[in-house]
């Protein structure tokens, strides 16, 4: 006991601050790490690794020679195995990491009364999308750029008019089933292919148009505005999130905030309240295609 005060005491006397930096600095990555991955496949592929390498930690423990010659001659293979398997989360993280957002609220690059009209245009198409329950899928490009997604559909480089979307949109027309996207005030393609989230078992049925508009908010911080071709709702994803039940106020109140180059502290209070209206979280609940 004297021998553990002891040893215990010469350790606290060695920490400096740089330890204790080190320690919050650590602690701070793992909690983004768990959030980032929380509610994702991440969560069950992590949970397999932890299994094998305890399996390959009892095979050295008991000296089980065919396990040991396997786990270190596949250590490697297991690495390359876990980077393939993690790609969405190492895409989504590095994303977030590269994200500018503090720098281009200083310099004032999107100005809120542009997005304010951009977003009336928006909801005045889809408003009357929704009414002839016409499906459509509008995508507004924040600060992870999507020219690569851009370049599966056609370009078109034209201001944000209800009359211009509502016409994208009309049955039969050859871009009507492909995603529009806009980039601060200007539609830059449509007809785009978004990326499918997963459907997972015992979710139900997940209709194409949220199923992509969550797939690519999970990769990116981009805001996707959905009008279901079946009931005619209009919803908003985000984050890898769908939010439901809003009104033309919420969703204009929303889309605003969510554009303008307000800080994290001011959205997050705004979805909070919107969250309680009707909030569908990624691949939680079952939503209306």
Same mark, same amino acid.
């Given at each position: 006991?004297?021998?553990?005060?002891? $040893?215990? +005491?010469?350790?606290?006397?060695?920490? #400096?601050?740089?330890?204790?930096?080190?320690?919050?600095?650590?602690?701070?990555?793992?909690?983004?790490?768990?959030?980032?991955?929380?509610?994702?496949?991440?969560?069950?592929?992590?949970?397999?690794?932890? &299994?094998?390498?305890?399996?390959?930690?009892?095979?050295?423990?008991? +000296?089980?020679?065919?396990?040991?010659?396997?786990?270190? $001659?596949?250590?490697?293979?297991?690495?390359?195995?876990?980077?393939?398997?993690?790609?969405?989360?190492?895409?989504?993280?590095?994303?977030?990491?590269?994200?500018?957002?503090?720098?281009?609220? &200083?310099?004032?690059?999107?100005?809120?009364?542009?997005?304010?009209?951009?977003?009336?245009?928006?909801?005045?198409?889809?408003? #009357?999308?929704?009414?002839?329950?016409?499906?459509?899928?509008?995508?507004?490009?924040?600060?992870?750029?999507?020219? $690569?997604?851009?370049?599966?559909?056609? +370009?078109? $480089?034209?201001?944000?008019?209800?009359?211009?979307?509502?016409?994208?949109?009309?049955?039969? #027309?050859?871009? +009507?089933?492909?995603?529009?996207?806009?980039?601060?005030?200007?539609?830059?393609?449509?007809?785009?292919?978004?990326?499918?989230?997963?459907?997972?078992?015992? &979710?139900?049925?997940?209709?194409?148009?949220?199923?992509?508009?969550?797939?690519?908010?999970?990769?990116?911080?981009?805001?996707?505005?959905?009008?279901?071709?079946?009931?005619?709702?209009?919803?908003?994803?985000?984050?890898?999130?769908?939010?439901?039940?809003?009104?033309?106020?919420?969703?204009?109140?929303?889309?605003?905030?969510?554009?303008?180059?307000?800080?994290? #502290?001011?959205?997050?209070?705004?979805?909070?309240?919107?969250?309680?209206?009707?909030?569908?979280?990624?691949?939680?609940?079952?939503?209306?295609?």
């Amino acid at each position: 006991m004297t021998d553990l005060l002891r $040893n215990a +005491h010469f350790f606290l006397q060695s920490l #400096s601050w740089r330890d204790g930096l080190d320690v919050i600095v650590v602690a701070f990555l793992l909690y983004q790490l768990l959030k980032l991955i929380r509610g994702t496949q991440a969560v069950q592929l992590l949970l397999g690794l932890a &299994v094998i390498f305890a399996v390959g930690g009892a095979a050295q423990l008991l +000296h089980l020679r065919l396990l040991e010659f396997i786990f270190n $001659n596949g250590t490697q293979a297991i690495v390359i195995a876990a980077i393939v398997l993690f790609q969405p989360e190492l895409r989504r993280a590095l994303d977030q990491v590269g994200r500018l957002g503090t720098v281009r609220a &200083v310099l004032g690059r999107h100005p809120e009364l542009a997005y304010a009209r951009t977003v009336d245009e928006v909801l005045r198409a889809a408003g #009357s999308l929704a009414e002839h329950k016409v499906g459509a899928l509008i995508v507004f490009e924040r600060e992870t750029g999507l020219e $690569n997604l851009a370049a599966t559909g056609v +370009h078109v $480089n034209g201001d944000v008019t209800g009359e211009m979307l509502a016409t994208i949109f009309i049955p039969g #027309s050859p871009l +009507h089933d492909g995603a529009v996207i806009i980039r601060e005030t200007r539609i830059v393609a449509a007809g785009c292919v978004l990326p499918l989230a997963e459907t997972l078992p015992g &979710v139900g049925r997940m209709g194409t148009r949220h199923r992509a508009a969550l797939g690519l908010t999970m990769q990116s911080d981009a805001v996707v505005l959905i009008v279901s071709e079946e009931t005619g709702l209009i919803s908003i994803a985000h984050d890898g999130k769908i939010y439901r039940g809003l009104d033309q106020a919420k969703l204009h109140e929303m889309l605003v905030t969510l554009l303008a180059t307000e800080g994290v #502290s001011g959205r997050a209070a705004m979805l909070r309240p919107l969250a309680r209206v009707g909030t569908l979280r990624t691949l939680g609940r079952r939503s209306h295609p």
